[in-house]
């Protein structure tokens, strides 16, 4: 079936850097774009990143942009998300989500779907 | 950017009742709009794609409508496992979410 499972969090300082990983199995990793997403602890959901299925494409939120980059190994069915100068307020837990979309050829644009996500991993930044 | 707002922000009805949450888009947004549920402690899950579209597997007491700026999403008959929270999601541009509506049992 298709998984992904986050992997990397944990407690840092703030203006230091961690590597998320979103590891994915049970379909062809290569064929799908793949986005990060975020939930800050009580909060709700915030885009973080999308990714190509090929990387050729790459879009930020503004509030990570210029510290974070997302970034996959196909080889390996790996999505990674480096976040550099991490900040208190990028504590959240970070999902892995599937881009289960596809291109509206009527209407021109492609349509996401975010399905299936992974169970998410926490990173908590503080001193 | 594009803003969503999602009202109301929390609602408590009993089982079998119909549920009605509204969401509205900053700007028209044509139907590139879907529904996410997520129970506690877990992942968020697909109900509704392109505003009125039910993702395979999701029970039909699920439905969503609307397009432009002004969208809904319905649960016919609420059951105890619908206790949630549920976001809307826009994707005229970059994705981003509403701020969710709990919804649990009375």
């Known amino acids: 079936q298709v998984q992904l499972v986050e992997s990397g969090g944990g407690v840092v300082q703030p203006g230091r850097s961690l590597r998320l990983s979103c590891a994915a199995s049970?379909?062809?990793?290569?064929?799908?774009?793949m986005h990060w997403v975020r939930q800050a602890p009580g909060k709700g959901l915030e885009w973080v990143a999308v990714?190509?299925?090929?990387?050729?494409?790459?879009y930020y939120a503004d509030s990570v942009k210029g510290r974070f980059t997302i970034s996959r190994d196909n080889s390996k069915n790996t999505l990674y998300l480096q976040m550099n100068s991490l900040r208190a307020e990028d504590t959240a837990v970070y999902y892995c989500a599937r881009d289960n979309g596809y291109y509206d050829y009527v209407w021109g644009s492609y349509r996401f779907k975010f399905d299936p996500w992974g169970q998410g991993t926490l990173v908590t930044v503080s001193s | 950017d594009i803003q969503m707002t999602q009202s109301p922000s929390s609602l408590s009805a009993s089982v079998g009742d119909r549920v009605t949450i509204t969401c509205q888009a900053s700007?028209?947004?044509?139907?590139?709009l879907n529904w996410y549920q997520q129970k506690p402690g877990k992942a968020p899950k697909l109900l509704i794609y392109?505003?009125?579209n039910l993702e395979t597997g999701v029970p039909s007491r699920f439905s969503g409508s609307g397009s432009g700026t002004d969208f809904t999403f319905t649960i016919s008959s609420l059951q105890p496992e619908d206790i949630a929270t549920y976001y809307c999601q826009q994707y005229d541009n970059l994705p981003s979410f509403g701020p969710g509506t709990k919804v649990d049992i009375k």
């Open positions: 049970g379909f062809t990793f290569s064929s799908y774009g």
């Open positions: 392109d505003a009125s």
């Open positions: 700007q028209d947004i044509s139907n590139y």
């Open positions: 990714i190509w299925y090929d990387g050729s494409n790459k």
